[in-house]
Protein backbone atom coordinates (compact mmCIF):
# COMPACT_ATOMS: atom_id res chain seq x y z
CA UNK A 1 0.00 0.00 0.00
CA UNK A 2 0.94 3.89 -0.91
CA UNK A 3 0.67 5.78 2.58
CA UNK A 4 0.70 9.96 3.13
CA UNK A 5 3.47 9.66 5.20
CA UNK A 6 6.77 7.26 6.20
CA UNK A 7 6.23 8.15 9.62
CA UNK A 8 3.51 9.99 11.61
CA UNK A 9 4.07 11.10 15.42
CA UNK A 10 1.61 11.60 17.74
CA UNK A 11 3.21 13.97 20.43
CA UNK A 12 5.86 16.63 20.00
CA UNK A 13 7.41 16.12 23.39
CA UNK A 14 11.12 15.50 23.76
CA UNK A 15 11.29 12.01 22.62
CA UNK A 16 8.09 12.97 19.78
CA UNK A 17 10.36 15.94 18.52
CA UNK A 18 13.94 13.87 18.50
CA UNK A 19 12.50 11.13 15.95
CA UNK A 20 10.51 12.92 14.24
CA UNK A 21 13.31 15.23 12.90
CA UNK A 22 15.98 12.66 12.79
CA UNK A 23 13.70 10.54 10.64
CA UNK A 24 12.71 13.67 8.33
CA UNK A 25 16.61 14.22 8.28
CA UNK A 26 17.04 10.92 6.91
CA UNK A 27 14.86 10.78 4.25
CA UNK A 28 11.25 10.05 5.57
CA UNK A 29 7.91 12.26 4.86
CA UNK A 30 7.10 12.94 8.47
CA UNK A 31 4.51 14.78 10.24
CA UNK A 32 3.78 15.52 14.17
CA UNK A 33 0.01 15.83 15.56
CA UNK A 34 0.17 17.63 18.80
CA UNK A 35 -2.54 19.34 20.29
CA UNK A 36 -0.93 21.39 22.92
CA UNK A 37 2.61 23.59 22.77
CA UNK A 38 5.25 22.62 21.47
CA UNK A 39 8.04 20.56 23.39
CA UNK A 40 5.40 18.14 25.38
CA UNK A 41 5.71 18.77 29.27
CA UNK A 42 9.13 18.91 29.83
CA UNK A 43 9.46 22.67 28.38
CA UNK A 44 6.17 23.63 28.98
CA UNK A 45 4.78 22.07 31.98
CA UNK A 46 7.75 20.30 33.64
CA UNK A 47 11.27 20.21 34.04
CA UNK A 48 12.10 23.48 32.18
CA UNK A 49 9.96 25.80 34.23
CA UNK A 50 9.97 24.12 37.31
CA UNK A 51 13.50 24.89 37.07
CA UNK A 52 13.07 28.29 36.46
CA UNK A 53 11.12 28.40 39.35
CA UNK A 54 13.20 26.69 41.73
CA UNK A 55 16.20 29.47 40.86
CA UNK A 56 13.81 31.55 41.65
CA UNK A 57 12.67 30.11 45.11
CA UNK A 58 16.76 29.57 45.92
CA UNK A 59 17.50 33.23 46.45
CA UNK A 60 14.59 33.00 49.31
CA UNK A 61 17.16 31.61 51.37
CA UNK A 62 20.06 33.04 50.00
CA UNK A 63 18.87 36.69 51.04
CA UNK A 64 18.46 35.09 54.65
CA UNK A 65 22.29 33.26 54.63
CA UNK A 66 23.36 36.37 52.80
CA UNK A 67 24.13 38.32 56.64
CA UNK A 68 26.82 35.75 57.20
CA UNK A 69 28.68 37.03 54.32
CA UNK A 70 28.40 40.92 55.05
CA UNK A 71 24.82 41.33 52.54
CA UNK A 72 22.04 43.89 54.09
CA UNK A 73 18.99 43.11 52.58
CA UNK A 74 16.56 44.94 54.49
CA UNK A 75 13.36 45.68 52.26
CA UNK A 76 14.09 42.75 49.51
CA UNK A 77 10.05 41.79 48.26
CA UNK A 78 9.41 39.39 46.08
CA UNK A 79 7.00 39.85 42.97
CA UNK A 80 5.31 36.15 42.12
CA UNK A 81 3.60 38.03 38.76
CA UNK A 82 7.25 39.21 37.55
CA UNK A 83 8.47 35.66 38.23
CA UNK A 84 5.42 33.24 36.91
CA UNK A 85 5.41 36.02 33.23
CA UNK A 86 9.67 35.98 32.48
CA UNK A 87 9.00 32.19 32.93
CA UNK A 88 6.22 31.87 30.41
CA UNK A 89 8.09 34.73 28.11
CA UNK A 90 10.83 31.80 28.15
CA UNK A 91 8.79 28.88 27.48
CA UNK A 92 7.08 30.73 24.24
CA UNK A 93 11.28 31.32 23.05
CA UNK A 94 12.04 27.42 23.79
CA UNK A 95 8.43 26.71 21.55
CA UNK A 96 9.40 29.51 18.73
CA UNK A 97 13.04 27.01 18.61
CA UNK A 98 10.96 23.76 18.49
CA UNK A 99 8.87 25.04 15.49
CA UNK A 100 12.05 26.17 13.16
CA UNK A 101 13.74 23.14 14.77
CA UNK A 102 10.70 20.72 12.93
CA UNK A 103 10.54 23.08 10.48
CA UNK A 104 14.01 23.15 9.20
CA UNK A 105 13.95 19.29 8.91
CA UNK A 106 11.71 19.55 6.95
CA UNK A 107 8.49 18.08 9.27
CA UNK A 108 4.74 18.39 9.16
CA UNK A 109 3.43 20.13 12.17
CA UNK A 110 -0.27 19.30 12.60
CA UNK A 111 -1.96 20.74 15.38
CA UNK A 112 -5.00 18.97 17.14
CA UNK A 113 -4.88 15.73 19.16
CA UNK A 114 -4.75 12.63 17.13
CA UNK A 115 -6.48 9.43 17.46
CA UNK A 116 -6.60 5.95 15.82
CA UNK A 117 -8.75 5.02 13.20
CA UNK A 118 -6.53 1.83 12.49
CA UNK A 119 -2.86 0.58 13.15
CA UNK A 120 -2.00 2.70 9.88
CA UNK A 121 -4.45 5.58 10.03
CA UNK A 122 -4.88 8.30 12.50
CA UNK A 123 -7.64 11.39 12.88
CA UNK A 124 -6.70 15.14 13.79
CA UNK A 125 -9.61 17.42 13.54
CA UNK A 126 -11.72 15.13 11.69
CA UNK A 127 -9.23 14.54 9.07
CA UNK A 128 -7.65 11.28 8.40
CA UNK A 129 -3.85 10.53 7.75
CA UNK A 130 -2.42 7.40 7.13
CA UNK A 131 1.45 6.06 7.38
CA UNK A 132 3.60 3.05 7.17
CA UNK A 133 4.83 3.87 10.73
CA UNK A 134 2.86 5.47 13.79
CA UNK A 135 5.01 6.47 16.89
CA UNK A 136 3.27 7.20 20.07
CA UNK A 137 4.97 9.59 22.23
CA UNK A 138 1.97 11.47 24.22
CA UNK A 139 3.88 11.09 27.86
CA UNK A 140 2.24 11.34 30.88
CA UNK A 141 -0.03 13.34 32.81
CA UNK A 142 -0.57 13.63 36.55
CA UNK A 143 -2.82 11.82 38.45
CA UNK A 144 -4.96 12.52 41.29
CA UNK A 145 -7.07 10.17 43.05
CA UNK A 146 -11.12 10.80 43.02
CA UNK A 147 -12.67 11.63 46.85
CA UNK A 148 -14.27 13.99 48.53
CA UNK A 149 -13.60 17.92 47.78
CA UNK A 150 -10.80 16.61 44.93
CA UNK A 151 -12.26 19.17 42.26
CA UNK A 152 -10.75 21.77 45.09
CA UNK A 153 -6.96 20.82 44.23
CA UNK A 154 -4.76 21.43 41.43
CA UNK A 155 -2.00 19.25 39.82
CA UNK A 156 1.92 20.65 38.99
CA UNK A 157 0.35 21.66 35.32
CA UNK A 158 -1.62 24.35 37.00
CA UNK A 159 1.20 25.69 39.61
CA UNK A 160 2.83 27.39 36.35
CA UNK A 161 0.29 29.48 35.77
CA UNK A 162 -1.60 30.79 39.67
CA UNK A 163 -2.60 34.19 39.45
CA UNK A 164 -1.20 34.56 43.08
CA UNK A 165 0.72 32.71 45.68
CA UNK A 166 -1.27 31.14 48.51
CA UNK A 167 -0.19 32.57 52.37
CA UNK A 168 -0.40 28.69 53.29
CA UNK A 169 0.02 25.63 50.79
CA UNK A 170 -0.75 21.97 51.13
CA UNK A 171 1.32 19.36 48.90
CA UNK A 172 0.48 16.04 48.66
CA UNK A 173 2.61 13.40 48.02
CA UNK A 174 6.24 12.18 48.69
CA UNK A 175 7.70 11.57 44.75
CA UNK A 176 10.07 13.75 43.66
CA UNK A 177 7.63 16.26 42.05
CA UNK A 178 5.83 16.74 45.90
CA UNK A 179 9.31 17.53 46.96
CA UNK A 180 10.37 20.28 44.27
CA UNK A 181 7.41 22.11 44.79
CA UNK A 182 7.24 21.94 48.56
CA UNK A 183 10.73 23.43 48.59
CA UNK A 184 9.61 25.89 45.73
CA UNK A 185 6.62 27.27 47.41
CA UNK A 186 8.44 27.43 50.97
CA UNK A 187 11.45 29.61 49.14
CA UNK A 188 9.27 31.85 47.97
CA UNK A 189 7.76 32.63 51.37
CA UNK A 190 4.64 30.32 51.39
CA UNK A 191 3.87 28.25 54.57
CA UNK A 192 4.45 24.99 53.44
CA UNK A 193 3.06 21.67 54.22
CA UNK A 194 4.17 18.51 52.74
CA UNK A 195 1.75 15.57 53.74
CA UNK A 196 2.58 11.63 52.23
CA UNK A 197 0.55 8.67 53.25
CA UNK A 198 3.76 6.46 53.92
CA UNK A 199 6.24 6.61 56.30
CA UNK A 200 8.71 7.83 53.75
CA UNK A 201 9.63 10.07 51.28
CA UNK A 202 10.74 9.26 47.72
CA UNK A 203 10.25 5.83 46.97
CA UNK A 204 12.94 4.05 45.25
CA UNK A 205 15.91 6.09 46.01
CA UNK A 206 18.46 5.03 48.13
CA UNK A 207 17.48 4.78 52.03
CA UNK A 208 20.47 6.75 53.56
CA UNK A 209 18.98 9.35 50.98
CA UNK A 210 15.42 9.72 51.79
CA UNK A 211 15.98 9.79 55.27
CA UNK A 212 18.68 12.78 55.09
CA UNK A 213 16.62 14.84 52.44
CA UNK A 214 13.76 14.75 54.71
CA UNK A 215 15.41 16.12 57.44
CA UNK A 216 16.79 18.59 55.47
CA UNK A 217 13.93 19.66 54.57
CA UNK A 218 12.41 20.15 57.68
CA UNK A 219 15.62 21.96 58.57
CA UNK A 220 14.54 24.28 55.67
CA UNK A 221 11.07 25.19 56.90
CA UNK A 222 8.89 22.68 55.00
CA UNK A 223 6.66 21.32 57.48
CA UNK A 224 7.05 17.21 56.64
CA UNK A 225 4.22 15.16 58.04
CA UNK A 226 4.42 11.59 56.92
CA UNK A 227 1.95 8.66 57.27
CA UNK A 228 -0.83 11.66 56.90
CA UNK A 229 -3.41 11.07 54.46
CA UNK A 230 -6.77 13.20 53.64
CA UNK A 231 -10.09 12.16 53.97
CA UNK A 232 -12.11 15.24 52.00
CA UNK A 233 -11.79 18.42 51.04
CA UNK A 234 -14.17 21.55 51.42
CA UNK A 235 -14.34 25.20 50.81
CA UNK A 236 -14.10 27.59 53.84
CA UNK A 237 -16.52 29.71 51.71
CA UNK A 238 -18.79 28.07 48.74
CA UNK A 239 -19.16 31.68 47.35
CA UNK A 240 -15.33 31.78 46.65
CA UNK A 241 -14.16 29.13 44.91
CA UNK A 242 -11.20 30.11 44.51
CA UNK A 243 -10.61 30.88 48.05
CA UNK A 244 -9.60 28.67 51.16
CA UNK A 245 -9.83 25.26 51.24
CA UNK A 246 -10.89 23.27 54.11
CA UNK A 247 -8.94 19.80 54.50
CA UNK A 248 -10.29 17.32 56.72
CA UNK A 249 -7.20 14.40 57.37
CA UNK A 250 -7.68 10.34 58.25
CA UNK A 251 -6.69 11.20 61.19
CA UNK A 252 -10.10 13.63 62.39
CA UNK A 253 -7.48 16.83 62.45
CA UNK A 254 -8.78 19.73 60.29
CA UNK A 255 -6.85 22.53 58.83
CA UNK A 256 -7.07 25.81 55.94
CA UNK A 257 -4.99 25.83 53.22
CA UNK A 258 -4.79 28.96 50.35
CA UNK A 259 -3.54 25.80 48.06
CA UNK A 260 -3.54 22.50 47.64
CA UNK A 261 -1.54 20.85 45.53
CA UNK A 262 -1.63 16.78 44.74
CA UNK A 263 1.61 15.95 43.28
CA UNK A 264 0.79 11.87 43.89
CA UNK A 265 1.93 10.26 40.48
CA UNK A 266 1.46 10.49 36.45
CA UNK A 267 0.02 8.04 34.33
CA UNK A 268 0.50 7.43 30.39
CA UNK A 269 -1.47 9.91 28.57
CA UNK A 270 -3.52 7.75 25.92
CA UNK A 271 -8.08 8.50 26.88
CA UNK A 272 -7.92 10.20 23.79
CA UNK A 273 -5.85 7.61 21.30
CA UNK A 274 -8.02 5.36 20.35
CA UNK A 275 -5.64 2.34 21.01
CA UNK A 276 -8.20 -0.32 20.86
CA UNK A 277 -8.98 0.62 17.11
CA UNK A 278 -5.35 -0.36 16.36
CA UNK A 279 -5.43 -3.06 17.87
CA UNK A 280 -2.88 -1.66 20.82
CA UNK A 281 -2.50 -3.68 24.08
CA UNK A 282 -2.08 -1.58 27.46
CA UNK A 283 -0.77 -3.01 30.53
CA UNK A 284 -0.53 -1.49 34.46
CA UNK A 285 -1.83 2.16 34.59
CA UNK A 286 -2.91 2.05 31.06
CA UNK A 287 0.79 1.77 29.52
CA UNK A 288 1.83 0.77 26.36
CA UNK A 289 3.27 -2.61 26.06
CA UNK A 290 6.15 -2.90 23.82
CA UNK A 291 8.91 -5.27 23.16
CA UNK A 292 12.82 -4.26 23.20
CA UNK A 293 12.47 -2.73 20.01
CA UNK A 294 9.70 -0.22 20.98
CA UNK A 295 7.46 -1.92 18.36
CA UNK A 296 3.53 -2.03 20.20
CA UNK A 297 1.49 -5.68 19.71
CA UNK A 298 0.68 -3.73 16.00
CA UNK A 299 3.41 -4.26 14.12
CA UNK A 300 3.37 -0.75 12.32
CA UNK A 301 3.05 1.23 15.68
CA UNK A 302 5.91 2.05 17.88
CA UNK A 303 6.35 3.31 21.28
CA UNK A 304 8.04 5.40 23.89
CA UNK A 305 8.90 7.46 26.51
CA UNK A 306 6.51 7.97 29.66
CA UNK A 307 3.95 6.65 28.06
CA UNK A 308 5.15 3.20 28.09
CA UNK A 309 5.86 3.44 31.62
CA UNK A 310 9.73 3.14 31.64
CA UNK A 311 11.89 5.41 33.34
CA UNK A 312 10.06 8.73 33.26
CA UNK A 313 13.06 10.78 32.29
CA UNK A 314 13.28 13.39 29.45
CA UNK A 315 16.86 12.27 28.51
CA UNK A 316 15.68 8.41 28.26
CA UNK A 317 12.84 9.39 25.82
CA UNK A 318 15.42 11.21 23.79
CA UNK A 319 18.13 8.45 24.09
CA UNK A 320 15.22 5.99 23.09
CA UNK A 321 14.04 8.00 20.26
CA UNK A 322 17.70 8.00 18.92
CA UNK A 323 17.77 4.24 19.60
CA UNK A 324 14.61 3.23 17.56
CA UNK A 325 16.39 5.88 14.68
CA UNK A 326 18.75 3.33 14.66
CA UNK A 327 16.87 0.44 14.48
CA UNK A 328 14.67 1.34 11.59
CA UNK A 329 17.44 2.77 9.69
CA UNK A 330 21.01 0.54 10.71
CA UNK A 331 18.55 -2.76 11.24
CA UNK A 332 20.06 -2.42 14.79
CA UNK A 333 18.63 -4.44 17.93
CA UNK A 334 17.76 -2.62 20.66
CA UNK A 335 19.33 -3.28 23.51
CA UNK A 336 18.91 -0.07 25.83
CA UNK A 337 20.22 0.13 29.11
CA UNK A 338 18.73 1.58 31.62
CA UNK A 339 21.07 1.39 34.34
CA UNK A 340 23.45 3.49 35.17
CA UNK A 341 21.46 6.42 34.56
CA UNK A 342 22.03 9.88 36.19
CA UNK A 343 18.85 11.45 37.74
CA UNK A 344 18.50 14.47 40.02
CA UNK A 345 15.46 15.98 42.43
CA UNK A 346 15.61 19.83 42.16
CA UNK A 347 14.28 19.45 46.11
CA UNK A 348 16.01 22.40 48.20
CA UNK A 349 18.48 20.41 48.96
CA UNK A 350 18.64 18.93 45.77
CA UNK A 351 19.29 15.15 45.30
CA UNK A 352 21.75 13.68 42.87
CA UNK A 353 22.16 9.79 42.27
CA UNK A 354 23.07 7.56 39.88
CA UNK A 355 23.98 3.26 39.30
CA UNK A 356 22.57 1.33 42.10
CA UNK A 357 21.00 2.23 45.70
CA UNK A 358 22.29 -0.05 48.92
CA UNK A 359 19.38 -1.95 48.78
CA UNK A 360 19.16 -2.30 44.99
CA UNK A 361 22.37 -3.83 45.46
CA UNK A 362 21.66 -6.11 48.27
CA UNK A 363 18.81 -7.34 46.25
CA UNK A 364 21.32 -8.17 43.36
CA UNK A 365 23.15 -10.34 46.06
CA UNK A 366 26.22 -8.21 45.24
CA UNK A 367 29.34 -8.01 47.84
CA UNK A 368 29.93 -4.77 47.91
CA UNK A 369 31.28 -2.08 50.67
CA UNK A 370 30.30 1.59 51.32
CA UNK A 371 31.57 4.69 51.84
CA UNK A 372 29.74 7.57 52.94
CA UNK A 373 30.18 10.83 55.10
CA UNK A 374 27.90 14.27 55.72
CA UNK A 375 29.29 16.95 56.22
CA UNK A 376 28.52 21.04 57.03
CA UNK A 377 29.35 22.81 53.58
CA UNK A 378 32.08 25.27 53.50
CA UNK A 379 29.35 27.56 52.19
CA UNK A 380 27.55 27.51 55.75
CA UNK A 381 30.66 28.16 57.73
CA UNK A 382 29.90 32.10 57.72
CA UNK A 383 26.03 31.64 56.28
CA UNK A 384 24.50 30.65 59.80
CA UNK A 385 22.32 27.88 57.83
CA UNK A 386 22.66 23.96 59.70
CA UNK A 387 22.30 22.51 56.18
CA UNK A 388 24.47 19.61 55.89
CA UNK A 389 25.70 17.32 52.73
CA UNK A 390 25.79 13.33 52.12
CA UNK A 391 27.79 11.73 50.01
CA UNK A 392 27.71 7.99 49.04
CA UNK A 393 29.62 5.43 47.06
CA UNK A 394 28.57 1.90 46.72
CA UNK A 395 32.30 -0.50 45.18
CA UNK A 396 31.71 -3.88 44.24
CA UNK A 397 34.30 -5.71 46.12
CA UNK A 398 34.36 -8.71 43.44
CA UNK A 399 36.26 -5.74 40.54
CA UNK A 400 36.31 -3.15 42.56
CA UNK A 401 33.91 -1.31 40.10
CA UNK A 402 31.99 1.81 41.86
CA UNK A 403 28.32 0.74 41.17
CA UNK A 404 26.23 3.60 43.19
CA UNK A 405 26.91 7.42 43.70
CA UNK A 406 24.67 9.49 45.75
CA UNK A 407 24.47 13.01 47.25
CA UNK A 408 22.11 15.13 48.67
CA UNK A 409 23.71 18.93 48.46
CA UNK A 410 23.96 21.92 46.09
CA UNK A 411 25.07 21.13 42.88
CA UNK A 412 24.30 17.19 43.38
CA UNK A 413 22.85 17.46 39.71
CA UNK A 414 25.38 18.95 38.21
CA UNK A 415 28.27 16.19 39.98
CA UNK A 416 26.35 13.59 39.12
CA UNK A 417 27.00 14.04 35.41
CA UNK A 418 30.23 13.69 35.61
CA UNK A 419 29.97 10.56 37.90
CA UNK A 420 27.29 9.18 35.40
CA UNK A 421 30.24 9.17 32.79
CA UNK A 422 32.79 7.70 35.38
CA UNK A 423 30.02 4.82 36.04
CA UNK A 424 29.30 4.22 32.37
CA UNK A 425 32.75 3.64 31.40
CA UNK A 426 33.13 1.16 34.35
CA UNK A 427 35.19 3.59 36.60
CA UNK A 428 36.74 1.34 39.65
CA UNK A 429 37.44 2.73 43.32
CA UNK A 430 40.83 2.97 42.19
CA UNK A 431 40.22 5.28 39.39
CA UNK A 432 38.48 7.48 41.69
CA UNK A 433 41.28 7.57 44.35
CA UNK A 434 43.88 8.08 41.65
CA UNK A 435 41.51 11.34 40.45
CA UNK A 436 43.20 14.52 42.08
CA UNK A 437 40.40 16.25 43.57
CA UNK A 438 39.22 20.07 42.79
CA UNK A 439 39.79 22.10 46.46
CA UNK A 440 37.97 23.27 47.94
CA UNK A 441 34.37 21.55 46.51
CA UNK A 442 32.14 18.93 48.04
CA UNK A 443 32.83 17.19 44.79
CA UNK A 444 36.20 16.69 46.22
CA UNK A 445 35.12 13.97 48.24
CA UNK A 446 34.10 11.77 45.73
CA UNK A 447 37.68 11.15 45.07
CA UNK A 448 39.19 11.49 48.71
CA UNK A 449 37.12 8.56 50.25
CA UNK A 450 39.24 6.50 52.98
CA UNK A 451 38.53 3.31 54.89
CA UNK A 452 37.38 6.03 57.86
CA UNK A 453 34.59 6.41 55.80
CA UNK A 454 33.60 2.63 55.56
CA UNK A 455 30.20 2.36 56.38
CA UNK A 456 29.63 -0.62 59.26
CA UNK A 457 27.09 -3.12 57.16
CA UNK A 458 25.18 -6.03 58.61
Request: glycine content about 10%; proline content about 3%; aromatic content about 10%.
Amino acid sequence: MSYQYDLFVIGAGSGGVRASRVAASKGYKVAVAEGSALGGTCVNIGCVPKKLFVYGSEFGHGFEQAAGFGWNTQGVSFDWATLRDNKTKEIERLNGIYSNMLNNAGVEIVSGFASFVDDHTVEVNGVQYTAERILIAVGAKPFIPVFDGSEFVVSSNEMFFLDELPKKALVVGGGYIAVEFAGILNGLGVATSLAYRGDQLLRGFDQDIREFASEEYRKSGIDVRLNTDVKSIELADAAQPEGERIVHFQDGRSETFGLVLYATGRVPNIDALSLEKAGIETGKNGAVKVDNNFTTSASSVFALGDVTDNIQLTPVAIKEAMALISYWFDGKEIDFDYDNIPTAVFSQPSIGTVGLSEQEAEKRGLDFRVYQTDFRPMKHTLSGSTERALMKLLVNNADDKVIGAHMVGDYSGEIMQGLGVALKAGATKADFDATVGVHPTSAEEFVTFSDAALKPRK
